[in-house]
């Protein structure tokens, strides 16, 4: 079975400090990688996604970047973090997904980290 | 307009109650739907996709509405456990990225 880790759960950064978060996915391959971030109380953002090794969309541009290193490991970065980047963090993974044809391809999610920058 | 848009709540029902729960979408292009549950502090987790013909898992039911564009949510006699919000969620054939409803607040009273 497919199981999804990210680290660290918890995080306490001051501003202006670096940012690395990883993710690694088990149990599949060539999976469609996402980063995401929630505000409290507020809806999922898309922040990056990955298609395949070295291939990185970027949805929102801010002072946030990610890297895919591995097929199955994505790594979340920033130089400078700022009070705004505060929030729950999460990666998912889904299958590779047909561009045609009805497919389910659902998208799961690793535990999260949560991240405060002070 | 947002892509998918849900009623916020919370709902407040009392165990053993039935309560639905609508989302719409704007993108007729959108091609796969599903049903997400979060926990206060935690992951969304799956919880079912919406087939066309419609689906069904033990209390909960899901329905698609292509005409209309909007996905249900049904789930019957609830229990404490249901208490959640529950996320929308929208495939946009022949892209990558999935569209995130909000979500609804549900709270299943004793």
């Known amino acids: 079975s497919q199981t999804i880790h990210q680290w660290p759960a918890t995080l306490v950064q001051p501003v202006g400090s670096p940012l690395s978060l990883e993710c690694t996915v088990e149990?599949?391959?060539?999976?469609?990688l996402y980063w995401y971030r929630q505000a409290a109380g507020r809806g999922l953002q898309l922040l990056f996604y990955?298609?395949?090794?070295?291939?990185i969309s970027s949805e929102v541009p801010q002072n946030l970047s990610a890297s895919r290193p591995q097929d199955r490991q994505f790594i979340l970065s920033s130089k400078k973090l700022l009070l705004s980047d505060s929030g729950f963090y999460l990666c998912?993974?889904?299958?590779?997904?047909?561009?045609?044809?009805?497919?389910?391809?659902?998208?799961?999610f690793g535990p999260g980290t949560r991240l405060t920058v002070l | 307009r947002k892509e998918v848009e849900q009623d916020p709540g919370p709902f407040n029902v009392p165990e053993g109650a039935t309560v639905a729960f609508n989302c719409t979408y704007s993108?007729?292009?959108?091609?796969?739907f599903f049903w997400y549950r979060q926990d206060c502090r935690k992951e969304p987790k799956l919880l079912m996709s919406?087939?066309?013909s419609g689906n069904e898992d033990g209390r909960f039911t899901a329905q698609l509405n292509r005409a209309s564009q909007y996905i249900s949510l049904l789930i019957r006699d609830s229990k404490l456990s249901d208490s959640a919000t529950y996320l929308c969620?929208?495939?946009?054939?022949?892209?990558?990225?999935?569209?995130f409803g909000t979500g609804t607040r549900l709270k299943v009273l004793a």
């Open positions: 998912a993974w889904s299958a590779r997904q047909m561009t045609s044809g009805s497919v389910y391809n659902e998208q799961f």
């Open positions: 149990g599949t391959s060539n999976p469609n």
């Open positions: 990955s298609v395949g090794i070295g291939q």
């Open positions: 993108n007729s292009a959108s091609q796969s």
């Open positions: 919406v087939y066309s």
């Open positions: 969620v929208v495939n946009r054939a022949g892209t990558y990225k999935y569209i």
